[in-house]
């Protein structure tokens, strides 16, 4: 390979300096088109406000008394492990326990009393006591059709979670809260968010006490990968979120802070969606 040069497998070599050409006219053109999207971006006002350090210090205090429970689905994945560190951190919850196909390894003492519990997806109803005894359902388990292809991606990101869903609401769990995306809609034509708007519907009809979905845009991770492909795609999604901060991007730190964070509050309804805005809002407004 020449000097000056990045490759990745299967991709041919490209001189730095033409990555970083075409990652700036990306970014040129991303921040026309993040000023357009602007126009249509969730026009409904954002009800979820900035929490001061006194009122969320209430709010945790008031929350811990209750002495809840929860179970984490997906705690191996970016939003999930993130999650995990924020409610520990937080210690809202008198047991936490992480429910997937493997037993995690943490070290320190924060994840010494983590309950775990490891289950086989395609026959949940062998492990119905795994659900059972739950307060509160965090749901960040999914995959990609890339990964799973089309099939596999609809058994986990539909049948998984909503069967979990069901098993927790059976078990006694009263709160479930799913992270979706940004336009899941059941009726798209795009599988993808075909299948995230259907599991939405499907578990809102399942009658929780409080059903709580986030619809994050592009999840803003911070990874160490030398692969050009994947840094110029950090960079050109990252434009967004420096000219409209809330449009269509999003850290996926304030994902899960947004979730701790919108447990402790008392909604006027049911069911309750939250778009990329009020998952920024709130995010902010927990950081510790």
């Not at 809202?92 to 086989?120: H, M, P, W």
């Not at 996926?252 to 509050?265: F, G, H, P």
């Amino acid at each position: 390979m020449k000097p000056g040069s990045v490759s990745a497998p299967g991709v041919m070599n490209l001189p730095v300096p033409s990555v970083c050409r075409v990652t700036g006219i990306l970014t040129v053109i991303i921040v026309v088109i993040a000023a357009g999207l602007n126009y249509f971006d969730d026009p409904e006002p954002v009800k979820y406000k900035s929490m001061t350090e006194d009122v969320k210090k209430t709010l945790e205090e008031n929350f811990r008394q209750q002495n809840k429970s929860c179970f984490i689905l997906g705690a191996s994945g970016e939003t999930g492990r993130l999650l995990l560190q924020e409610l520990l951190d937080r210690n809202i919850f008198s047991k936490i326990t992480l429910i997937g196909r493997r037993r995690l390894t943490f070290e320190g003492e924060a994840y010494e009393n983590l309950a775990q519990e490891v289950v086989d997806f395609e026959k949940l109803d062998d492990y119905a006591a795994a659900f059972t005894g739950h307060d509160v359902g965090y749901c960040c388990l999914g995959t990609t059709r890339a990964k799973a292809g089309a099939d596999g991606f609809i058994r986990v990101d539909h049948d998984y979670v909503l069967k979990s869903a069901e098993l927790a609401k059976s078990g006694g769990c009263t709160q479930f809260h799913l992270e979706s995306s940004r336009g899941a809609d059941k009726n798209s034509s795009f599988l993808y968010l075909k299948v995230k708007g259907q599991v939405e519907a499907d578990i809102e009809a399942l009658g929780f006490d409080r059903y709580a979905i986030y619809r994050p845009g592009v999840l803003l991770v911070d990874r160490q990968e030398s692969r050009p492909g994947e840094w110029a795609a950090r960079k050109f999604f990252g434009a967004f979120s420096a000219v409209f901060p809330t449009s269509m991007s999003i850290p996926i730190q304030a994902v899960a802070k947004a979730m701790v964070s919108n447990t402790l509050l008392q909604p006027e309804q049911k069911t309750e969606i939250l778009e990329n805005k009020a998952i920024a809002a709130l995010g902010k407004s927990s950081g510790k």
